[in-house]
C-alpha cells in the first residue's frame, strides 16, 4: 500500500517535472511567430541559430558549435539524448569510436561494448538550401525529441544518442531572407540570384571525400573522426513527379567494395521507413527502380558513409511554403515493389512534407532503439571483415574479372551438342543459366596478380609532394589510419626516404582506402540488352588518388617498416623546407609543382620580376619547359623563405642567369557567371583564391557591351557558358532565368545569356584584339561559333550525308578518368607529364582539319588508343582513338584555349589546374 501510494505521488512529481521541462524551451510557435510548416513561411539561420540556443537549455541536449562556414557563420550540432546519456556523452562516444575501429576488439568484446552502449544516430537538415524542408524538419524534429513525453520517445531517448546538424547555415539564411523578402506571399520563391553555398552550391554534397569547403570539413570530422554514427540521414529534396519522396533502399549497381552488412542494413533500416508511413496513412514512397539513386558513387553526405560502414539513409520529398500539387504520373498509379502505396493527384501543403520527415525520422530513431546492440556490433562486425580482407589474400569482385571468366571459357569452349532437353527458347532461367566449370574462377579469382591490395606507400620525394600532403589530409579528415615513415626503408626491393606515407588497408574503412586509391569499375548498366545506358546518380569513376596525381606503391603482399601512427583526424602539413643557399644568380621553381604557382602570385604581387624558361634548364632534369626564373632579390628571398616554409616549397637555386628567359607577368582576369549562380565557375572562384590569383566576375550583360580589352586580358568559360550553334545548351540544372521586372535592380546586370547574336562578336573582337579565351567542357563551343578548322569527332553520318552524334547505343562515357597524352613542350601544358588522367564527362572531342596546322592550331592532347578508360565506365571508348581532347588557336593577336575535359572538376582534378593556371600570365 505504501509502494503504491509513493508511485501515486511520484507520477504527479514526474508530470510536474515535464511540464517544467517543456516550459522552459519556447515552442517554434513562440519563438518565430509561426510553426513550422506553415504556408508562406519561412525561418533564416539567425533566428534558427536563437532557437538553437533556446533548446540548449533542455536537460535533453548539448549544443555543439562544430565549425564556421564559409561565410563566418557558426555551424552547430544539437545532441539529444536522455539526461543520464548526456552526462557519459564522452563515454559512449568511446565505445561507439571503439566499435567502428574494431581494432584489437574480440568479439566478445565487441558484443559487451554493444550491449553497454548507445545507437549514434545523424540526422542533418538545410544543405541544400532551396530544398527548404530539410533544414525546417530539423528544427520541428529538435522541438518534438525536446518536448515530447510519449513512451515512443522517451524509448528513443534512452537508447539512441541523436546527432542533430544543420549542414549549411549560409544557405539557409540566404534563401530564406529572399523568400522572406516579398512582401506579397503568392509571390515568393526561392530563385535566389547567387549559389546558395558561398562557393560550389549544389555541389556542397559532391565534396564529401575532398572535403575543399569548411563545412564539409566540419561534418566529415565530427562523422568520421569524433563520432562514427552507425546510421547517418541526409534530407533533401525532390521526389520524382508522381510521388512524395523517394528513399532507400536504392537501385542498383551498388559499389563492389561495400560489406554486404551495408546493403542489407539499408534495406532493413529502408523497410521500417517506408512500413512507418504506411501505417500512419501516408502514401507516396517510391525506393529501388522508381528513383534514379543508387550507392555506387563515393563524395556525397549519404554516400561516403558506406565506404566507413554505416547506413547511409537519403530521401528527396516534395514541399514548399508556397502549396503546390501532386503530379499525376500515370504510371506510378499501378502498385508494384518500388512504389507499394501510391499516392493520388491533390494538392499539397508544407506542412504535410513536415510530418512526413518528423515520421520518417522516429521511424529511424524508433529502429535504432529497438536494435541498438545489433546496431552496434553490426558496426563493428563490418569492420573487423574489413581489416581481416586487408591482412590476406582477397580478391574482390569486380566486372572485369566476371568477363575474364567469362571470356576464358569462351575461348576454350568446345562446339556443345545439340540437346533438346536444354531451353531453346532465350528465355532466362533461373538456376539454369550456366554450366561453367569452376576451374575459370579459379583462374581468375585465385590469379595472384589480381589480388587487392595490402596497401600503398605515397613517396615523399616525389615531385609535387605538397598535393600529396592535401591527399592525405582529405584521408585522414575521412577518418583513415595512416603512417608516417620515421626513418629510410626498403619495401619489395624499392627504398623509400623518411617522411613517406603509408595507408594499408587492414583497417576498419578499407573500402574507403580502396576507393580512393584503385580505378572504379562500373558495369555496363543498360535499360535492357541493346537499350540505352542507364546514367549513374553522379560519376561513374573518380579515384582521388589519380585526379590530383599522387605518386603511389601498390603492396599486394604484407610489409611493414619504422611506421608511426598519425593519430586519427590529425591533419598534415608539408614538410617546412629551408630556402636555398646556393642561388647566385636566382631561384628556379617547377611547374609541375601546383603550390609554385601560390609562390609565383606572391612574388608578383609583391613586385618582384618573374621570368619562365620555354627549354627549362639543360642540367637539372626536374627543371623542364616552363620553370619559372626568379632573379636573386633580397625581396624575392624574403617571399620565397615563407613559401618554402609555409608550403613546403621546393626552390632549387642557379649560379648563372639562364638564357631565353620570358618575363611574365599578372594578366586581368575575368570568371563568367550567371544569374543563379555557376557551379563550375564557383569552383574556380574558389580555386583562384586558393592559390592567390585576383579576378573579377564577368556576366552575358557586360560581354554584350563590348570593349572588355579596356578591363581584361584573360577570360575564363566554363562548361555551360557558350551555348551550342544553332540549338539550345544541355544542362543538369533547370535555366533559373527570371523575366527583369521581377528581379530587385541590384541583380539585373547578372540577367542574361552568352548568345550567338550578341556576345560571340564581341568574344571575337577581344581574342582579335589580344586577348585570351580559356574555355572548359561545352564552352569549348566557341571554336565553332568562331568556325576555327576543327570539328567533332563523336559524329558519324546520317542517311542524309550530314553529321550526326554517335548513338549512345554505340558511345556513351559519364563521368570517368581517362589516360590523355599531352605536348609537354607547348607553354599551356607546362609542367603536365607526358601522360595524365582527366575528368571526362560526356566531353568535346575534336578532330583537326587538314588545314588547322597551317592557320595555327596545335593539338595540346589527345587520346592514343582505344582503350582510355583509367577508371568509370566507358562504353565504346574506341571512338576515342586519336581524338583531339585540347587545342590551343590564335584569333587574331589573341587565343583560345580549347580544354574538352572538366579541368578544374569540383576542385578535385588537382593534377590538371596548371592547364588552367598556365594562361594566366602574360608575356608580352
Do not use: C
Not at 438 to 466: C, H, S
Not at 622 to 630: E, L
Not at 653 to 659: F, L, N, S
Amino acid at each position: 500500500m505504501i509502494r503504491k501510494l509513493n508511485r501515486m505521488l511520484l507520477l504527479p512529481m514526474l508530470f510536474y517535472a515535464a511540464v517544467s521541462q517543456a516550459q522552459t524551451v519556447p515552442s517554434p510557435k513562440e519563438h518565430f511567430g509561426f510553426n513550422i510548416g506553415d504556408d508562406y513561411q519561412l525561418a533564416n539561420y539567425t533566428q534558427t541559430e536563437a532557437y538553437f540556443k533556446k533548446l540548449a537549455a533542455s536537460d535533453r541536449t548539448r549544443l555543439v558549435d562544430i565549425g564556421m562556414t564559409e561565410e563566418g557563420r557558426h555551424q552547430y550540432m544539437l545532441i539529444v539524448s536522455s539526461p543520464e546519456n548526456l552526462k557519459k556523452l564522452d563515454h559512449y562516444k568511446d565505445i561507439s569510436q571503439k566499435l567502428a575501429h574494431a581494432d584489437g576488439l574480440t568479439d566478445e568484446q565487441a558484443k559487451s561494448l554493444a550491449a553497454e552502449g548507445k545507437s549514434v544516430i545523424w540526422i542533418d537538415g538545410g544543405l541544400h538550401a532551396t530544398e527548404v524542408v530539410g533544414a525546417h524538419q530539423l528544427i520541428e524534429t529538435m522541438w518534438q525529441l525536446v518536448n515530447r513525453n510519449d513512451e515512443e520517445t522517451q524509448n528513443i531517448l534512452k537508447n539512441d544518442i541523436i546527432l542533430l546538424a544543420h549542414a549549411n547555415p549560409d544557405g539557409q539564411e540566404l534563401v530564406s531572407n529572399w523568400y522572406m523578402g516579398e512582401k506579397d506571399p503568392k509571390k515568393r520563391n526561392t530563385n535566389v540570384p547567387r549559389l546558395w553555398q558561398k562557393y560550389v552550391g549544389h555541389d556542397n554534397n559532391r565534396d564529401f571525400y575532398m572535403m575543399n569547403m569548411k563545412e564539409s570539413q566540419n561534418i566529415s570530422r565530427q562523422l568520421f573522426v569524433e563520432w562514427i554514427p552507425q546510421i547517418m540521414y541526409n534530407h533533401h529534396q525532390r521526389g520524382p513527379a508522381g510521388s512524395v519522396l523517394a528513399g532507400p533502399p536504392y537501385r542498383d549497381p551498388f559499389n563492389y567494395v561495400f560489406d554486404p552488412l551495408i546493403v542489407t542494413s539499408i534495406d532493413a533500416v529502408g523497410a521500417a521507413m517506408n512500413n512507418r508511413l504506411n501505417v500512419e496513412g501516408k502514401p507516396g514512397y517510391t525506393q529501388r527502380a522508381g528513383s534514379q539513386f543508387s550507392t555506387w558513387w563515393n563524395g556525397g553526405l549519404r554516400t561516403t558513409p558506406y565506404f566507413h560502414n554505416m547506413v547511409g539513409l537519403l530521401t528527396e520529398i516534395i514541399g514548399n511554403p508556397t502549396p503546390e500539387t501532386v503530379a499525376l504520373v500515370p504510371e506510378r498509379l499501378i502498385p508494384n515493389g518500388a512504389t507499394p502505396n501510391p499516392i493520388v493527384p491533390q494538392k499539397w501543403h508544407f506542412r504535410q512534407s513536415i510530418d512526413y520527415s518528423v515520421s520518417l525520422n522516429y521511424a529511424v530513431l524508433d529502429y535504432a532503439a529497438r536494435y541498438r546492440s545489433e546496431l552496434l556490433y553490426n558496426i563493428y562486425r563490418m569492420g573487423k571483415n574489413s581489416i581481416e580482407r586487408g591482412n590476406g589474400d582477397h580478391w574482390t569482385f569486380y566486372p572485369k574479372f566476371i568477363d575474364s571468366i567469362k571470356m576464358a571459357y569462351k575461348n576454350e569452349k568446345k562446339p556443345a551438342k545439340k540437346d533438346s532437353s536444354t531451353n531453346q527458347s532465350g528465355e532466362f532461367a533461373f538456376g539454369k543459366e550456366g554450366d561453367i566449370p569452376a576451374k575459370y574462377y579459379d583462374q581468375v579469382l585465385k590469379d595472384p596478380k589480381n589480388r587487392d591490395a595490402r596497401g600503398y606507400i605515397i613517396p615523399a620525394d616525389q615531385t609535387d609532394f605538397p598535393t600529396a600532403v592535401k591527399f592525405i589530409n582529405s584521408l585522414l579528415l575521412s577518418g583513415i589510419q595512416i603512417e608516417k615513415a620515421t626513418s629510410d626503408f626498403t619495401v619489395a626491393g624499392k627504398s623509400y626516404p623518411t617522411g613517406s606515407y603509408i595507408v594499408k588497408t587492414d583497417q576498419a574503412f578499407r573500402p574507403h582506402v580502396i576507393d580512393m586509391f584503385e580505378p572504379q569499375d562500373h558495369p555496363n548498366d543498360f535499360q535492357y540488352e541493346g537499350g540505352p545506358p542507364i546514367k549513374p546518380y553522379d560519376a561513374a569513376g573518380w579515384t582521388l588518388a589519380f585526379q590530383m596525381g599522387v605518386k603511389f606503391d601498390r603492396m599486394v603482399e604484407g610489409f611493414d617498416g619504422p611506421f608511426q601512427k598519425i593519430a586519427y583526424g590529425d591533419l598534415q602539413s608539408p614538410p617546412p623546407l629551408s630556402l636555398t643557399t646556393t642561388a647566385k644568380a636566382g631561384y628556379l621553381i617547377s611547374p609541375s609543382i601546383n603550390n609554385g604557382f601560390i609562390a609565383v602570385n606572391d612574388l608578383l604581387k609583391a613586385g618582384v620580376k618573374v621570368y619562365r624558361l620555354p627549354n627549362g634548364v639543360s642540367d637539372k632534369p626536374g627543371d623542364g619547359p616552363g620553370t619559372f626564373y626568379v632573379p636573386a632579390s633580397a625581396q624575392a628571398k624574403t617571399v620565397l623563405a615563407k613559401e618554402t616554409s609555409g608550403f613546403g616549397l621546393k626552390v632549387s637555386g642557379i649560379e648563372k642567369a639562364p638564357a631565353g628567359a620570358v618575363k611574365i607577368s599578372p594578366t586581368r582576369i575575368g570568371i563568367w557567371n550567371t544569374y543563379g549562380g555557376s557551379i563550375p565557375s564557383g569552383w574556380v572562384r574558389w580555386l583562384m583564391e586558393q592559390y592567390h590569383y585576383n579576378y573579377q566576375i564577368i556576366y552575358p550583360q557586360e560581354v554584350d557591351a563590348g570593349d572588355l580589352r579596356k578591363k581584361y586580358d584573360v577570360l575564363i568559360f566554363v562548361t555551360g557558358a557558350i551555348p551550342p550553334v544553332g540549338r539550345a545548351e544541355r544542362s543538369e540544372y533547370p535555366d533559373r532565368q527570371p523575366k527583369p521586372d521581377s528581379v530587385v535592380a541590384e541583380f539585373r546586370p547578372w540577367l542574361g545569356k552568352i548568345t550567338a547574336e550578341k556576345s560571340i562578336p564581341q568574344l571575337k573582337k577581344f581574342m582579335e584584339g589580344g586577348g585570351t579565351i580559356v574555355t572548359i567542357g561545352t564552352s569549348t563551343n566557341l571554336a565553332y561559333h568562331l568556325g576555327l578548322p576543327v570539328h567533332n569527332a563523336l559524329v558519324t553520318k546520317g542517311p542524309n550525308g550530314k553529321d550526326r552524334p554517335i548513338s549512345a547505343l554505340k558511345y556513351y562515357i559519364p563521368g570517368s578518368l581517362l589516360h590523355t597524352r599531352f605536348e609537354t613542350a607547348e607553354p599551356a601544358n607546362y609542367g603536365m607529364p607526358a601522360e595524365n588522367d582527366v575528368d571526362f564527362d560526356r566531353s568535346p572531342v575534336f578532330k583537326l582539319d587538314d588545314d588547322a596546322a597551317a592557320k595555327g592550331v596545335k593539338r595540346l592532347a589527345w587520346f592514343d588508343t582505344d582503350k582510355p578508360l583509367h577508371s568509370g565506365w566507358a562504353w565504346g571508348q574506341a571512338y576515342l582513338k586519336d581524338g583531339v581532347a585540347a587545342f590551343v588557336a590564335p584569333v587574331g593577336a589573341g587565343k583560345l584555349y580549347a580544354f574538352g575535359p572538366e579541368i578544374t572538376f569540383r576542385g578535385q582534378a588537382q593534377s590538371t589546374f596548371r592547364l588552367l593556371f598556365n594562361q594566366l600570365y602574360s608575356s608580352k
